[in-house]
């Protein structure tokens, strides 16, 4: 079955980094767009940032636009999310999900999109 392994969530001081690594077991990465979300305690889980099943394109939240960055190694079966000048409100457990369809023509960016969860990395970020 499809396994996503989140990894790299920690307590940073704001304007400090991070880098989330979801490693992948159990689908053909390389197929399926890959999309990162984050969700606090009583609040809806949300879009943070996506890449596609080539690489070639990404979106991302108004939120974290310029701050983070979403890759990914086809050969590892790992997509990365690199986070810098972190912020408190970035506090959030930060989950990998796949596309719900193989070689997806748009990058998803909502939560319906995608079939797969990883069980979430924590990321705090102190003031």
């Known amino acids: 079955q499809v396994q996503l392994v989140e990894s790299g969530g920690g307590l940073v001081q704001a304007g400090g980094s991070l880098r989330l690594s979801c490693a992948a077991s159990?689908?053909?990465?390389?197929?399926?767009?890959m999309g990162w979300f984050r969700q606090v305690p009583g609040k809806e889980r949300e879009f943070v940032a996506a890449?596609?099943?080539?690489?070639?394109?990404?979106d991302y939240a108004d939120s974290v636009k310029g701050r983070f960055t979403i890759s990914r190694d086809n050969a590892k079966n790992t997509v990365y999310l690199q986070a810098n000048n972190l912020k408190p409100e970035d506090t959030a457990v930060y989950y990998c999900a796949a596309d719900r369809d193989d070689y997806s023509i748009v990058v998803v960016t909502t939560l319906i999109g995608y079939d797969h969860w990883g069980q979430g990395t924590q990321v705090t970020v102190s003031s």
């Open positions: 890449i596609s099943w080539s690489g070639d394109r990404a």
């Open positions: 159990g689908l053909t990465f390389s197929s399926y767009s």
